[in-house]
């Protein structure tokens, strides 16, 4: 869209607005307003979640409640290394899973013996949930808890008397550990599980089984400034899903009374917010450097790629939500060199696309005349606290002297006054000109914007339409450098190898050794068959700018599936191994039979979900079965896919050596009830 300027126009308009006090005449607030814990946790913005407990050992994303706290040892557990690695990163605290859904307790609980006590860990004398305090107070860091109301350990589960044991450990985590700044209660909840020996099935009504409001009076009481999370706050609620991305349009506010904990149709409904919401309840954005939320040794060529980390952090932080980056810290007890080394890259590159603010160069002029107190100098004082009150409609101009560069635009509402912008444009000069660059939505706390390279004298940002007077406290424009983004692995149905080149731009080159690539290795010309099982490596090498480097992207591919056969007279059983995540098949026999073509040594096997927005007949419990001739066959693993619902990524599992040329993966459990669906199969081989 392109609109005439009337430049000689726009000057006789044109009003530098003054400089009177910031906090003259305030507008009436616009409900739902957030309240000053709220305030103070939103200004936090970045902080880090640790899945470490019981699950680290047993190597599952959701334990059974069975396990023996004999297996909880971690040999090198160093809570000062999370703490410097979070702080280093510019994150401002660590939210600890003080006792997941299998209900082991990271400290020394008075109330169940189904913690550290009774670990081999520092001879049953240690206590992690004092040791992080400490750590978090050493680096100036804040401490969260994140407590499971579903105990899959406990006796009394499902009964009003847990309720009772889960207050009293609330109690002991909110009164001896000092300042705790967010309690995290999961929505997943009730299910199979060992309840002290039962072994059944127990559900609960979401709705009333924890009888919140107690909960929350005590939390209040004991930590007043700390926010409570959860999918219905109340002050801090899930943004829907757990890849970390908030939403183009997303509201702080939320009809809050509408939403309960683990409701099924959360994600769809109440996940962006909504303009008319009657509570304030803003939005954090959780999701795991790791595809799992646990540590699993599997996914240590997994860890999510600086490309896909800036994502997250451009669709969370950007947008307008808070971001919680977990780290599945490890067996020995430390958050993972690979993890590392991601956080530092994603925390450096941060800091190079907000290097400087070019905002800061502007003369800023508006077409607004009124002079109220609040004038438009604000938006670049960096004072959080000021903002210019500007008119539906009028246009704020940054003008430059000199043309500047800039491909990110910040943007940022008053929100203790309210939430109110509901459209916005953002606009360049060229010839005389204006062009459109962004038409959006919502604004929030923050909304950042990625655009492409734009040099301009002027950039116009108008408020379009909002739900009263709109209150900008910030805009900033940055020039973000560019980042060469990795090659895509994948590999087609043949068994070749293909590399998606994500840029004109870039030579790629890979090895199939374990090398990391470099301008040396392979250049790749075109798909590659691999005989072996293998992990692939490949890298982006930019030819404009100087030979600039793209990170190494990492695949490891299993024998190829060329030879399989789906046994099934349903043509669409073969997408089940077709290699294409997208597709996936459905099976009315509850079950998938594959002819392997040849006899193989398997040692595990692979289930991807498919990758629908709208899953159905996700396996939930599984068993596995091989067989030699096709016709008698042997179980050899069974189980559950913890998590799978809120995280359909590939499950991997382990079984020991054996030899087979049919597999079967039965479903006992799907999470709709429905039949069967796979994404994906695959195995894995010695
Ligand atoms: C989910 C849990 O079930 C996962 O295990 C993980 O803790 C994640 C943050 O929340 O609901």
């Given at each position: ?563 399989w056969k789906v046994i099934t007279?349903?043509?669409?059983g073969k997408?089940a191994i ?7 098949f ?6 998938i039979d594959i002819d ?91």
């Open positions: 869209m392109k609109t005439q300027f009337y430049f000689t126009l726009f000057l006789t308009k044109m009003v530098l607005l003054g400089c009177q006090s910031p906090h003259q005449n305030p507008p009436d607030p616009v409900h739902p307003i957030p309240s000053e814990r709220q305030m103070n946790w939103q200004e936090l913005e970045f902080y880090a979640f640790v899945h470490f407990n019981m699950n680290t050992f047993s190597d599952m994303e959701w334990g059974m409640g069975d396990e023996s706290p004999k297996q909880f040892n971690p040999t090198e557990l160093d809570t000062k290394q999370w703490a410097r690695v979070v702080k280093e990163a510019g994150m401002t605290g660590i939210i600890i899973t003080a006792k997941h859904h299998d209900g082991f307790c990271l400290w020394p609980s008075k109330y169940t013996e189904h913690s550290v006590k009774n670990a081999p860990w520092k001879d049953g004398k240690g206590d992690l949930i004092q040791e992080l305090a400490e750590s978090c107070k050493e680096y100036g860091l804040k401490m969260g808890i994140y407590y499971s109301p579903w105990d899959r350990n406990h006796a009394e589960y499902g009964q009003p008397e847990y309720l009772l044991y889960m207050r009293n450990q609330l109690t002991e985590l909110l009164t001896e550990y000092g300042e705790v700044f967010e309690v995290w209660f999961d929505g997943a909840n009730g299910g199979t599980g060992f309840y002290g020996g039962a072994n059944e099935d127990r559900r609960v009504d979401k709705r009333s089984y924890y009888d919140w409001e107690k909960t929350i009076e005590l939390v209040r009481e004991l930590q007043p400034d700390a926010v409570i999370f959860g999918d219905a706050g109340p002050d801090v609620r899930w943004v829907g899903n757990e890849h970390g991305h908030a939403y183009r349009t997303t509201w702080s506010n939320l009809m809050r009374d509408s939403v309960y904990a683990g409701m099924p149709e959360y994600a769809e409904l109440y996940a962006t917010g909504q303009e008319n919401g009657t509570h304030w309840v803003p939005a954090e954005a959780d999701v795991s450097i790791r595809p799992g939320w646990y540590y699993h040794a599997y996914e240590d060529h997994k860890v999510k790629s600086l490309a896909e980390l800036l994502d997250i952090y451009y669709l969370s932080i950007g947008q307008n939500a808070s971001l919680l980056l977990n780290f599945p810290v490890d067996k020995r007890g430390l958050i993972h060199e690979n993890d590392v080394i991601q956080i530092q890259q994603l925390s450096a590159k941060i800091k190079e696309d907000f290097a400087e603010d070019l905002a800061l160069l502007a003369k800023l002029t508006t077409e607004e005349y009124q002079r109220n107190g609040h004038p438009a100098k604000n938006v670049i004082d960096t004072n959080p606290n000021t903002y210019w009150k500007a008119e539906i409609g009028t246009s704020l101009i940054l003008q430059f002297e000199n043309p500047v560069s800039f491909n990110r635009f910040l943007v940022q509402e008053h929100v203790p006054l309210g939430q109110r912008v509901k459209s916005f444009s953002v606009e360049v000069l060229s010839d005389d000109e204006w062009i459109s660059v962004a038409e959006e939505t919502t604004v929030g706390y923050k909304r950042i914007l990625r655009l492409s390279d734009q040099t301009t004298t002027a950039v116009r940002f108008t408020v379009t339409d909002a739900k009263a007077i709109p209150l900008i406290s910030r805009i900033s424009l940055y020039k973000a450098p560019k980042l060469v983004t990795p090659p895509i692995l994948s590999r087609n149905v043949a068994g070749y190898i293909q590399v998606e080149v994500p840029d004109k731009n870039v030579a790629v080159y890979y090895t199939i050794d374990g090398q990391d690539p470099d301008e040396n290795s392979t250049p790749f010309e075109g798909p590659f068959l691999l005989e072996k099982p293998a992990m692939v490596k490949a890298i982006s090498i930019d030819k404009e700018t100087e030979g600039k480097k793209s990170e190494i992207s990492m695949a490891f591919f299993d024998l190829s599936k060329a030879k007279n349903d043509p669409d997408k077709d290699e294409d995540e997208k597709s996936y459905t099976s009315k026999q509850g079950k392997l073509g040849e006899n193989l040594t398997l040692i595990g096997f692979t289930y991807l979900p498919m990758q629908h927005r709208y899953m159905t007949g996700i396996i939930q419990n599984y068993e596995f079965h091989v067989s030699q001739n096709g016709d008698q066959w042997e179980k050899v693993a069974e189980g559950e896919f913890g998590n799978i619902a809120n995280s359909p990524i590939e499950q991997e599992v382990k079984f020991s050596k054996i030899n087979a040329r049919y597999i079967r993966l039965l479903a006992r459990r799907t999470l709709d009830g429905q039949a069967p669906s796979f994404g994906e199969i695959g195995i894995r081989t010695e």
